[in-house]
């Protein structure tokens, strides 16, 4: 028969392996949080540029199912719970997308934007009007120098 500690053990290993173990300690981090939270201490106002890195954050988290990290980010942040409408990120945000590109956050076309370039060193339009100042032609010598001097 088997013994006590080898019964949590087969039944640790079991939750972990069907990921019920992590969700259960963040939902108890999450309600945690709630529990200590000092709603009494006044945050600080929501400034509008935290607005809307939060939200493409929120965004962020909730396409890859970390809702109570989510959860947690809203009520740490005073974040409206109701998700800002994308159309409305996209507009202040000065962004394009293409109409198969909303099936993914935000978040991800603007780093694909600033990590992918195109065979001519243009990079891919996800960003309207200016492009981002692209490297001069001696970039990489003056990169090479700024490690020999120690700067990177």
Do not use: C, W
């Not at 929501?46 to 890195?53: A, C, K, T, V």
């Not at 980010?73 to 974040?79: D, F, N, P, Y």
């Not at 990120?89 to 991800?108: A, D, M, Q, S």
């Not at 009007?129 to 020999?148: A, C, E, V, Y």
């Amino acid at each position: 028969m088997a013994t006590v500690a080898e019964l949590k053990a087969v039944l640790k290993d079991t939750l972990e392996k069907k990921g019920v173990l992590g969700h259960l300690k963040a939902r108890i981090r999450a309600e945690v949080f709630k529990a200590l939270d000092d709603e009494r201490e006044p945050r600080p106002p929501l400034s509008h540029e935290n607005l809307l890195i939060n939200e493409l954050i929120r965004e962020y988290l909730e396409f890859n199912k970390y809702k109570y990290t989510s959860s947690v980010l809203v009520a740490e942040s005073g974040q409206p719970v109701v998700p800002l409408d994308r159309q409305f990120l996209i507009h202040e945000l000065n962004l394009f997308e293409e109409p198969k590109g909303n099936t993914v956050p935000l978040l991800y076309g603007i780093l694909a934007h600033f990590l992918h370039e195109s065979k001519d060193g243009i990079r891919n339009a996800f960003l309207k009007g200016s492009s981002p100042q692209l490297p001069s032609p001696n970039f990489s010598r003056q990169q090479s120098r700024r490690k020999q001097i120690g700067l990177l």
